[in-house]
């Protein structure tokens, strides 16, 4: 059974870190694209950070919004997505989602066909 389960959310400072991390099952991970979006209340779901499969060749995509101060990763052995998130600011709080598709294109949503369910992630003093 194809399933992606995120994990790591909370509540943090402005200007703290958080990993969020995504337990993959019933896939081969590195066959397939991967992508953390976001959705705060009352927005639109958004793409945050977005990477190819092991064998492609594009490079990964990051939003303007979160350049410079996220990382996404994945470890194939542990079937484990990661989004490193550094210099954490209020606006960065939502929901976020892990997602797998089996084309890239960037973190445009309708390639990525398998979503998690989310971690909320709170940043506030």
């Known amino acids: 059974q194809f399933q992606l389960v995120e994990s790591g959310g909370g509540l943090v400072q402005p200007g703290g870190s958080l990993k969020l991390s995504c337990a993959t099952s019933?896939?081969?991970?590195?066959?397939?694209?991967i992508g953390w979006f976001r959705q705060a209340p009352g927005k639109e779901r958004e793409g945050v950070g977005c990477?190819?499969?092991?064998?492609?060749?594009?490079?990964?995509y990051y939003a303007d919004y979160v350049k410079g101060r996220f990382t996404i990763s994945r470890d194939s052995a542990k079937k484990t997505v990661y989004l490193q998130m550094n210099s954490l600011e209020r606006e960065d709080t939502a929901v976020y989602f892990c997602?797998?598709?089996?084309?890239?294109?960037?973190?445009?949503?309708?390639?990525?066909?398998?979503w998690g369910q989310g971690t909320q992630v709170t940043v506030s003093s």
């Open positions: 997602a797998a598709g089996t084309d890239y294109e960037g973190c445009n949503r309708s390639p990525y066909e398998h």
């Open positions: 019933g896939f081969t991970l590195d066959d397939y694209a």
């Open positions: 990477m190819d499969s092991s064998d492609g060749r594009s490079d990964p």
